[in-house]
């Protein structure tokens, strides 16, 4: 390795023998010799390790590294220990990223005046979202306190992915991966960075590829106590943003982040929906009770209409509605 590093990339792996060749082939094909390639093998069981290894004997820019099964984020972390780039990006083990990736990053990044930057991610293998629209929309603000409140609203922040990051903030401020939170732990870590950004930087250029085809994904998996998780999730990001004081106009940051979290109760209901039929009038003591759980709002303030609408359908104890809205956006399809 030459000794400026300006990249370094982290990737956990957890049996993904069938894509890892995938991810790390577009990464390596590009020909960076400044780049550093931190494949962290969670306890893998399948022939991901071995598949990590030949790599790392053929490339020098990828270093291998086993860990015992303790998640992803404990994974993310160990790669932030080892991370000696300029500039840190995450890529998941069953993505790939562009073949421009490094060139359009590069843009940003030779003059050392971007914080983070955020660019586009795209589906494949699914049905995937297009954020296209987002991103026109980011490109209209001019402040950064409008831009994380845009990349908030739009959930744009939730995911590491999909972003670069300076390794000096991350190592200055000791930013990581809440080990025991294992929902929303992109989301707190995201948003602790971005809290520490005086620069964002926005391109609508598609640089990362996340694949949709495991349908035995954590998305179709019921979660238990999904409610107290994200709680506790948005517990944090309150503190967070309190933290920040005076930068940041906490008011309208607050509001946004009600607005997340009021439309939790949507999550949380579909997710009842993976244990089987559910029905309003059989089940109603269950849906109530989610309803009821993000009754307390985090703000006075409202984002816009729909969110003055949800917390006033709150008050007033109208449940049916999120019941169906449920079903109708998620629930039927976990029933399929």
Known sequence: MPKEI????IIPVYNREKTLSRCLESLVSQKRDDVQILVIDDGSIDGSGHIAQEYA?????????HQKNTGVSMARNLGLEYAVGKYITFVDSDDYVSRDY???????TSTNTCDMLVFQKAGFGGDALDETLWFAEMEKLNTIDQQLQYLMSCRLIMHPVNKCFKNSVIQQKHIRFIQDIHIGEDFIFCMTYAMQCR????????????????????????RANLCQQMTKVYQHINQIIKNNGPYCNQKHFFAVLDYLYIKNVF??????FKQGKLNYFHDRKRIVEICQHFQQPLSDVYCNSIHRILRLALRLRLYFPFYWISYMVKGRKYRT
């Not at 300006?6 to 990339?9: A, D, M, V, W």
């Not at 999550?267 to 009842?272: A, D, F, K, L, T």
């Open 6 to 9: 300006t990249y370094s990339i």
């Open 267 to 272: 999550s949380c209901i579909s997710e009842e």
């Open 199 to 222: 620069n964002i930087v926005i391109d609508d250029a598609i640089l990362y590829y996340y694949d949709l085809s495991d349908k035995n994904s954590l998305s179709r998996k019921y």
């Open 102 to 108: 490094f060139h359009v990053l590069d843009q940003y």
């Open 57 to 65: 004997a053929t490339y020098k820019t990828i270093q291998y590294f």
